[in-house]
């Protein structure tokens, strides 16, 4: 009751208050001031447990051991809101149960010209063209030296948006400098392949690529899981021979989605971005449909995170029951407040309860198994 009340609270002063606020500003100033914010906040015992009192949320049934990884939710911040790893001493007094860092690369990038980050309201949706800034997997190291990490944390690993990097060998050879600078801090690894954003297009999604690129990264001793991250453009035929070469390499997970690149403006409630890729709902059905497809498929061989307008425990709890095991996102907390996080966790200990369930993982994927 009390977590009840609490997140109702919390939700009404955010939505009517905060939000509104907030969005009288420029959308990648807000994101930067949540960075210095979040930082600042996370140095001090008492603003971390301050933080956590509003936050917060605990319950046995959503803990899980996923490839070596103890987890005490499945509700994770998504790659691209801490890009440099400087929010992870907070993020888990606000309620996640990991978050994935970066995406990094091996060199640094200023990211695309400004503006380069959107609001779309009324279609739930963010439009993003950062075309991945970050300030180099080096950097990232530095800043998690020293830091206790109270839950754990992957990186996101994508190769450096650059003109060299448009020959193939140069790009994969950047993505084996930037795993291997990372390797030793991640708890797992995600191989981004699916940024909209960056000057080359997606060259790895192609089939041939995207194998060269796994033989290259297979070569780096790691007992580490590693992950790779798809688009929700791609369709089941791509998929089909995504999956052929995925199982063929070190792949133990599929993070199903990125942003949404192929789209229209029949497909939005607001004016399209200049550029870009989108997040939030209208990534939702896209990439259920995938996880649903390579779950029906391939149940046994990945894990699968499902990542793309989570709003609330029924988006999250229809994706455990079409095969995730675990969930990421960032979106719908930016549009209903950071008490969503805990709000989730909550209504799917609530649900797992009452379909009979005693933990989590009894619950993946009934909804699509023969
Ligand atoms: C501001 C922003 C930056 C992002 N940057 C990255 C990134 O660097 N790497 C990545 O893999 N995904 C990135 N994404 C995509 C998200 O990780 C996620 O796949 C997508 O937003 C769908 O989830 P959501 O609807 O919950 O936001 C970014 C998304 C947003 C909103």
Redesign the pocket.
């Given at each position: 009751m009390y977590y009840k009340y609490r997140n109702v609270l919390m939700h009404f002063f955010y939505v009517k208050v905060l939000k509104p606020v907030l969005f009288l500003f420029d959308p990648e100033d807000v994101?930067d001031f949540f960075l210095i914010f979040g930082n600042f906040f996370g140095k001090f015992r008492l603003t971390r447990w301050k933080i956590k009192m509003l936050f917060g949320y605990k319950n046995k049934i959503l803990e899980q051991n996923v490839k070596g990884i103890n987890f005490e939710n499945p509700i994770g911040l998504?790659?691209?809101?801490d890009?440099d790893g400087v929010l992870t001493d907070i993020i888990s007094s606000v309620g996640f149960g990991f978050a994935?860092i970066?995406?990094v690369t091996a060199k640094a990038y200023e990211g695309n010209p400004y503006p380069r980050?959107w609001r779309l309201p009324k279609s739930k949706?963010?439009g993003?063209w950062?075309g991945?800034k970050?300030k180099g997997a080096k950097v990232l190291v530095e800043n998690l030296k020293g830091k206790i990490h109270r839950l754990p944390l992957g990186v996101?690993v994508?190769f450096t948006n650059c003109k060299e990097n448009l020959d193939i060998d140069t790009a994969i050879a950047d993505y084996v400098s930037g795993f291997g600078t990372v390797e030793g801090i991640a708890r797992y690894i995600?191989i981004?392949i699916?940024?909209p954003n960056t000057s080359g297009g997606q060259p790895f999604v192609i089939p041939e690529n995207y194998e060269k690129l796994m033989t290259a990264l297979d070569k780096i001793p790691t007992s580490k899981p590693v992950f790779v991250?798809i688009s929700p453009d791609m369709d089941h035929n791509a998929i089909d021979k995504f999956l052929e070469i995925t199982i063929r390499h070190r792949i133990s997970g599929i993070?199903c989605?990125?942003?949404v690149k192929k789209y229209e403006q029949k497909d939005l409630k607001d004016p399209m971005p200049p550029h870009g890729?989108l997040?939030?709902?209208i990534?939702?059905p896209r990439?259920m449909d995938l996880l649903s497809y390579m779950y029906k498929k391939e149940p046994k061989k990945f894990i699968y995170i499902f990542?793309?307008?989570?709003f609330s425990p029924d988006d999250a709890y229809q994706a455990i029951r079409q095969g995730a095991t675990l969930i990421?996102?960032?979106?719908?907390m930016?549009y209903e407040g950071p008490q969503i996080i805990s709000e989730i966790n909550r209504g799917l200990a609530l649900k797992l309860t009452r379909d009979g369930f005693k933990n989590i993982n009894e619950a993946i994927g009934v909804d699509n198994s023969d």
């Open positions: 994101h998504a790659a691209g809101f890009k994935e970066g995406s980050l949706s963010l993003v950062y991945l970050n996101s994508a995600t981004n699916s940024c991250k993070v989605s990125n942003l890729g997040s939030g709902k990534v939702f990439a990542c793309g307008g989570i990421q996102m960032i979106t719908g930016i």
